[in-house]
């Protein structure tokens, strides 16, 4: 027989366990419980028969502890187990502390307290638990207590340690957030609730050769790989599927979950990554990641209008998991190659003709910006980028300017006419210019975009100083527009270019342009 102290007091001395052979013997086992039995005991009844080697009386003993009195122990559990009262409980913590003092105390653990020739019994209770699938097991359950204030209380319901499925079977968890508690029942992880004696229970099962199931990285990944994550409630669909049409239902509970599944993930253990279901992109459908097809990441995705499931969505980069992510290739980073891709073929259409300048052009010059820092910091250079971008983006109007001619109206040029439009309106030939109808840089859209404005776009100008660059723009304004010039103006412009004659690689070639223009009464 084996027996429990119940209902024992808080205040009241640790309950230790005695050996009973009909009658007390003197020695204590050290067990949470006494034990009874029929036992070969020595000649002075205060302690069982020892001796060297094996015999019937030594064998009798190990079998009566091992085929009979461990089976009766794992009984004891599964009877006490039946008869608590765990209540509902506002925190698992306290939860915990409640099934530690009720039910989890009369659980065997070895320790220096319990004698060594009790180690193998406490090792046959745990497999009896095992083998017999006894309910002894706590999962964590939530209930909700009041709509109206949205309590949550925490339960449990019993099982047994191994299931059929691994995946199913009950986890042993460390000390978590109840958040992330709640994130796992909804996907349908069974979770045990940590305690000081369940950490030593699961030290139990393990001592005794049961694999019992952890709550950690590898197997919240292999779950999350093997369960369907569909809603039931709203579609029976598989993956790609909106993230509130799930069972982890939003942004933040994809991301606790990523959080976690990174935690143990490096270069030497990415590839466990491929075909976790927790690839959220910034259309909120949820994904699975996979190698084969990498998804971008930026913070300037919403330029990409109508392209939201190309970019993974924001938390990835949050939680700063894109390097080991980008290592693994299941992401890609966004370059200006990449970029022009996907922009160039819908860029026409997106650009207003007139009016004010679309939102998006900031953030696509921001987005030029940040490629042109991230050079410097890699190995100090700047053109290689900017010269990318005038290549990708070489007939796109992207390039923001005003027409001082034309009461300073905004236009949008493509960089192709980077080298017609020129700097300050006012200053030399200039002025003049300006009044054939060349553009002028809006310097008020780069006024955030200093490096941008002065290191690359300024250099790439029309050089004004240089009257062989004038005149090879001048040369194609319509003739008519020349009417627009006061005779000052047109005597400025003769000079300045007849000027340029001396320093021309082909004077010949030169000169006939210059005359070709209406300078000349």
């Known amino acids: 027989a084996v027996a429990a102290c119940m209902g024992a007091k808080s205040y009241e001395p640790d309950f230790i366990g005695r050996l009973f052979c009909s009658l007390p013997l003197p020695g204590e086992t050290g067990l949470p419980v006494h034990v009874n039995g029929n036992f070969e005991v020595d000649s002075s009844r205060r302690d069982l028969w020892k001796e060297d080697g094996e015999s019937l009386k030594t064998t009798w003993n190990e079998t009566l502890k091992l085929d009979v009195i461990s089976p009766l122990y794992a009984d004891l559990l599964k009877h006490i187990q039946t008869n608590i009262k765990t209540g509902n409980h506002l925190l698992v913590s306290t939860l915990g502390s409640q099934l530690d003092s009720s039910f989890f105390k009369f659980f065997p653990s070895v320790s220096k307290d319990v004698k060594k020739e009790w180690h193998t019994v406490i090792n046959h209770v745990y497999k009896s638990i095992s083998e017999r699938d006894l309910s002894v097991i706590p999962v964590l359950q939530r209930k ?14 019993w099982s047994n340690v191994c299931k059929h499925n691994p995946m199913d079977s009950p986890h042993f968890s460390e000390e978590l957030p109840e958040s992330l508690f709640a994130i796992l029942e909804d996907i349908g992880m069974s979770v045990v609730p940590w305690s000081c004696q369940m950490d030593k229970i699961s030290t139990g099962f393990k001592t005794a050769g049961v694999e019992v199931m952890r709550l950690c990285p590898e197997t919240v990944r292999e779950y999350l790989k093997e369960k369907p994550l569909n809603d039931p409630m709203t579609t029976s669909a598989a993956l790609p599927l909106p993230v509130d049409h799930t069972l982890i239902k939003d942004k933040k509970r994809c991301s606790s979950l990523l959080n976690i599944c990174m935690w143990d993930v490096d270069e030497n253990n990415v590839n466990c990554v491929n075909g976790l279901p927790l690839l959220l992109t910034q259309d909120q459908m949820l994904r699975v990641f996979d190698w ?92 290689n980028t900017f010269n990318e971008i005038k290549k990708a983006f070489f007939d796109c109007p992207i390039l923001p300017v005003i027409s001082p001619s034309q009461n300073n109206k905004q236009y949008l040029k493509t960089m192709r006419d980077l080298s017609s439009v020129v700097w300050k309106p006012t200053e030399n030939i200039s002025s003049v210019l300006v009044q054939l109808g060349f553009m002028t840089l809006d310097t008020t859209f780069f006024v955030n975009l200093r490096e941008v404005l002065f290191d690359h776009l300024m250099p790439e100008l029309l050089n004004t100083d240089n009257s062989n660059a004038v005149l090879d723009h001048v040369s194609q304004i319509p003739l008519s527009k020349f009417k627009l010039l006061s005779n000052d103006d047109l005597d400025k412009l003769q000079e300045f270019l007849q000027s340029g004659i001396g320093t021309a690689e082909n004077p010949q070639k030169y000169q006939e342009k210059l005359k070709s223009l209406p300078l000349f009464q």
Not at 144 to 157: G, I, M, N, Q, R
């Open 144 to 157: 909700l207590e009041d709509e109206e204030y949205a309590t949550t209380k925490y339960t449990v319901s």
């Open 292 to 383: 084969d097809s990498p998804r971008l990441y930026s913070r300037f995705w919403d330029i990409f209008q109508g392209q939201k499931a190309l970019f993974a969505d924001d938390l990835i980069i949050n939680l700063n998991h894109y390097e080991i992510l980008e290592k693994g290739g299941y992401l890609q980073k966004l370059t200006i190659p990449v970029a022009s891709k996907y922009l160039i073929p819908v860029l026409k259409d997106l650009v207003q003709s007139e009016g004010n300048l679309p939102a998006w052009l900031k953030q696509l010059w921001e987005f030029f910006d940040e490629q042109i820092q991230r050079e410097v910091l890699k190995d100090g250079e700047t053109k």
